[in-house]
């Protein structure tokens, strides 16, 4: 509890001369309306790169081989003791395929990142 004290005060003391040392820039404060600012612009220019279709191949790549290798994992597990037990791999399949999806469109967005278009 006094360590915690003396750190507060400390950080308490010193949070002053480090507020002194900011300033404002005087060419962000002027009100004044300027003709030249920059607007939106009226069409969408297309990236030069992959982006999206890396990401899209990514995600079905990355996400069918997820699911197909935790269902895989999920059949070769033992079989359960109960013969009333249903055993379905519907859940890990679908978490396969949700987590690779989510890295493949990663890396894939990574990769068409860095793939320009001619």
Known sequence: MR????????AALLTPIAAEAQY????????????????????????ADYRIAGAVIGAVFFGVAGGWALHEACKTQPVPIEPGQNRSCTGSTAGGAAAGAALGAGLGYLAGRLTHRR
């Not at 360590?3 to 400390?10: E, R, Y």
């Not at 004044?32 to 069409?43: F, G």
């Open 24 to 47: 404002l820039d005087t060419r962000t404060l002027s009100w004044s309306r300027v003709s030249d600012r920059p607007t939106l612009a009226k069409e969408l220019v297309p990236a």
């Open 3 to 10: 360590l915690m004290l003396v750190v507060f005060a400390i």
